[in-house]
């Protein structure tokens, strides 16, 4: 393994870490397959990373260090780069294999300026994981920024994680994306009084999209707008091979104000695909409801979105009850 220690005192310390361990790669001096290592000194690192090497990376904070002692921040947006894969302000291409980021803060600090609505241009992602090969696992990692926090495909995992944005917190067209233990707040929007989003699911047809197990849903209240755990673009359908609105929400505590139809189809003027079914569409268990003075409630799920789906019993025990059960065939699972 290649161990290496970075401070945030050197320019574009992460940057040329990574330009190091391509050039070790290409000279011989390691191999492509050699795990590397890199140690993160507490500050803030002010760069965008790109990482998309087929050497497997652990990067995480030193030992004792808090998640938000160890900052990564940087301005970028759809206005300035296009797509998911370069506006970020940390981006894992299509080479990684395995990925392990620990304990420290993605910051994209684009402000949204454009006024009329949820628009492409203010799209301005904290992490994009662009790989299908690969997985990705997170761990004790703080993501924030406004527009599309967090983009994921292929295979990822997330544990004790927090979330922060105000529409699409967390998107992409994945086969599993995994959250456990994880904190999603949709923040009020800094323009004004929009609807904040949490969740917005492109996943790979007839695969899991994104499961959410034992996390915990909250948001600022809105004055005339709503908040939704999730919406669909309208986009999905039997004949496409990604698109698919796949969301699971198992045991998780969801705040009183969120909208409590939960997914949002712009009054059902948007297709949303598949019908909710046991193993994809929107779908959930055993959610929980917070209200305003802290206390927990059984969820009255009579006012959900008609196109969703609540888990049986059985529905969770077969497929849902462990990790193990949801993780199972898939690059997750050796963790």
């Not at 203010?122 to 090969?133: H, I, M, V």
């Not at 994680?161 to 904190?183: H, M, Q, R, T």
């Not at 707040?185 to 800094?190: M, R, T």
């Not at 796949?246 to 712009?266: K, P, Q, T």
Request: hydrophobic share 35%.
């Amino acid at each position: 393994m290649l161990e290496m220690k970075i401070s945030p005192k050197n320019v574009a310390a992460i940057a040329s870490s990574i330009k190091k361990i391509k050039e070790m790669v290409k000279s011989g001096a390691i191999e492509h397959k050699t795990p590397v290592h890199i140690v993160m000194e507490p500050g803030i690192y002010a760069e965008q990373v790109t990482y998309n090497l087929s050497n497997p990376l652990v990067l995480e904070s030193v030992n004792g260090a808090s998640a938000r002692d160890v900052v990564i921040q940087v301005q970028n947006c759809e206005k300035f780069h296009k797509g998911p894969e370069t506006r970020a302000a940390f981006i894992l291409g299509d080479n990684v294999t395995n990925v392990t980021l620990r304990n420290f803060t993605i910051l994209n600090t684009h402000v949204k300026s454009i006024i009329e609505g949820s628009t492409l241009e203010d799209s301005a992602e904290a992490l994009s994981y662009c790989g299908t090969r690969g997985a990705l696992f997170a761990e004790k990692m703080n993501f924030e920024g406004h527009q599309n926090v967090v983009y994921t495909q292929g295979y990822s995992s997330f544990k004790e994680c927090s979330f922060k944005g105000d529409v699409d917190v967390i998107w992409g067209n994945p086969v599993l994306a995994y959250f456990e233990e994880c904190f999603v707040h949709v923040a009020e929007d800094n323009r004004g009084d929009f609807n904040g989003y949490g969740v917005k699911s492109l996943a790979v047809a007839n695969k899991p999209g994104f499961v959410f197990n034992n996390c915990r849903f909250t948001c600022d209240r809105r004055k005339k707008s709503e908040c939704y755990v999730m919406r669909t673009e309208g986009k999905g359908s039997a004949y496409s091979k990604e698109n698919w609105d796949s969301i699971a929400l198992i045991n998780c505590m969801v705040s009183e104000y969120f909208n409590e139809e939960f997914g949002w189809d712009d009054d059902h003027m948007l297709e949303v695909h598949p019908r909710a079914n046991a193993k994809c569409g929107w779908r959930e268990y055993n959610t929980k409801i917070v209200k305003a003075n802290g206390t927990v409630e059984e969820s009255d799920t009579c006012m959900r979105n008609v196109k969703s789906y609540l888990l049986t019993d059985n529905d969770y025990t077969e497929g849902y009850a462990s990790r193990y059960l949801i993780l199972k065939n898939t690059p997750l699972s050796n963790e």
